[in-house]
């Protein structure tokens, strides 16, 4: 079949959920037999999220090629298991800089460079991109935004072109929010038909409308939405508020909308989707009943989005061990040695976070500290595993100084510091060590135990490693080595066999954890958790 291609705008206001919407949509297209995969182009003007802070963008999520993406590419691989890639979220900056080496390079061949055709040809090229693979049947494309705001013009110029050459095999999908005034006591729909005006206005006509809404919409203002919105009436979706995320493609099934994708892309729907994996996973959170309570320290706390794969990872495992997950948020700058076990009290596991800089690390190492005596499971990731090795060398070995160069360029006992390459490059943007690498583990280890097998591969985002000259000291004090990768023998993976369960990891396995496939270290911390309860 030719590869369809479906886009998804978003009008009224932000954070309607379009990536949620995307995933679903998604998901449910794969139970039918699809071949299919979602992209976001972004309308900043950054390169790339990576050198975003938390608080303006939320997670930098990591692709196993390597590039630091939107926190909705976490969405894209936790709902449909497939990978995604570099090409599956373009900025602005990345499309403006594309242009810009062409017309350096001389390829437009002397002509002015300008908006339309030149950026919108790039994007285009972009969102055909995965679809000339051959790898899959349907490319749904995400804009970023809302419907009216500057940034986002090109992108549904482009759209608005792709349409028109694509013909029945694409359409769009736009998401609109339907307040509820609650002095009036009624739902108001016309914010709904501003936002589609606007985008007809831009030459785009939506082919199914999704009413993201508190309440119940009823029939007759759903039709009045489709006549004023020139949509078919079936076309019409409401997105109630659901319980959890992992409901949403079983209310859009419910309402068809996959079928109607199917239909007006000129596929005929072949029964049911296959959804009893998805099925089972969702009656499992409705049945759980019995709490485990972990404890994530950071210093992005009060920012939910920030450590979101890792929120999803353990509410994955929690379901997979029949639990309710009760994650307590603790702000690392606010833990001290005369707080830490009020502030601790009753968790029966502890998350250290990854992050960068030296913002609240030392509560880190109380953290960490009080966990070890106390006997608590603990993971540690990427910066989280460093702080373990920190506390150790403290506490253990007695280097009272020990730190990361990144911390203190010059301790005395730098067990963490930068890798060798990265010592002289200045730029921030992608000079990490990023992606997918290997990593082989020691047989028997309670991490090898855990995956099932020693030869693993996992994504990376960070510039600072385990200092191996301090190697020995840790193992004969009773922190072990137990992965490493085998080309360049950095130290991948510490844990404390004397605990019941202590490890930390360089890694980041929460990039890698979906629902049909919950990360086995995930897996294994929150049984130990269980245990501790």
């Not at 999220?49 to 926190?71: I, R, S």
């Not at 589609?196 to 508190?214: A, F, M, N, S, Y």
């Not at 995956?451 to 591969?457: L, P």
């Not at 301090?470 to 490493?484: L, P, Q």
Request: glycine share 8%; charged share 25%; with cysteine.
């Amino acid at each position: 079949m030719e590869t369809k291609y479906i886009f998804v705008t978003g009008g009224v206001v932000s954070s309607l959920g379009k990536g949620i919407i995307s995933s679903s949509l998604a998901c449910l297209l794969n139970a039918h037999g699809y071949r299919v995969t979602i992209q976001k182009f972004d309308p900043y003007i950054n390169i790339d999220p990576g050198t975003l802070n938390p608080y303006e963008h939320g997670e930098c999520f990591v692709t196993a090629d390597g590039h630091e993406a939107d926190l909705d590419l976490g969405h894209y691989e936790r709902f449909t298991n497939v990978p995604t890639s570099r090409a599956n979220n373009v900025t602005t900056g990345r499309i403006y800089r594309n242009v810009i080496e062409k017309e350096r390079r001389g390829d437009y061949l002397g002509k002015t460079v300008q908006i339309i055709p030149h950026i919108t040809d790039e994007i285009k090229r972009n969102i055909r991109l995965l679809g000339e693979t051959g790898r899959f049947d349907f490319i749904i494309t995400e804009i970023g935004g809302t419907v009216g705001d500057i940034e986002s013009l090109p992108f549904l110029e482009a759209v608005r072109q792709m349409r028109w050459e694509l013909g029945s095999n694409s359409l769009c999908v736009h998401l609109t929010y339907v307040p509820f005034l609650h002095a009036a006591k009624e739902l108001k729909t016309k914010p709904t038909q501003h936002s589609v005006k606007e985008l007809q206005r831009l030459g785009i006509q939506p082919d199914i409308l999704v009413l993201r809404t508190e309440h119940d919409i009823p029939d007759q203002m759903r039709d009045k939405i489709a006549q004023f919105c020139n949509v078919a009436k079936d076309s019409v979706i409401q997105s109630l508020d659901c319980p959890s995320i992992y409901e949403v493609p079983l209310m859009l099934h419910r309402q068809h909308m996959d079928e109607i994708v199917l239909r007006k892309t000129g596929e005929t729907p072949d029964g049911e989707p296959h959804m009893k994996p998805w099925l089972d996973f969702v009656e499992k959170i409705r049945k759980a009943r019995e709490e485990v309570t972990i404890g994530l320290v950071g210093k992005y706390v009060e920012l939910q989005d920030a450590y979101k794969s890792i929120n999803e990872s353990l509410f994955q495992a929690a379901t997979y061990c029949d639990r309710r997950l009760n994650l307590r948020y603790i702000h690392s700058e606010k833990l001290t040695e005369e707080n830490v076990a009020e502030m601790m009290a009753g968790l029966d596991g502890v998350i250290i976070a990854p992050g960068f800089g030296s913002r609240g690390i030392e509560g880190k190492f109380v953290a960490i500290k009080w966990c070890r005596n106390h006997d608590i499971p603990t993971f540690g990731i990427c910066l989280g595993m460093q702080c373990m090795v920190i506390e150790y060398a403290r506490n253990v070995l007695g280097y009272s100084d020990a730190n990361s160069t990144e911390i203190n360029p010059s301790t005395s006992h730098n067990v963490i510091d930068m890798m060798e390459e990265q010592k002289h490059i200045s730029n921030m943007g992608g000079t990490m060590r990023l992606g997918a690498y290997d990593c082989r583990l020691t047989p028997g280890s309670r991490v090898a135990e855990a995956y099932g097998k020693t030869e693993i591969s996992e994504r990376h985002r960070h510039r600072y490693e385990f200092n191996d000259s301090f190697r020995s000291e840790f193992e004969k004090s009773g922190m072990r080595c137990v992965g490493e990768n085998p080309q360049s023998h950095l130290v991948e993976v510490v844990e404390i066999p004397g605990k019941r369960w202590m490890i930390g990891t360089q890694y980041h396995p929460e990039y890698s954890s979906t629902v049909l496939n919950p990360h086995p270290l995930f897996l294994s911390f929150m049984k130990a958790a269980i245990e501790e309860k």
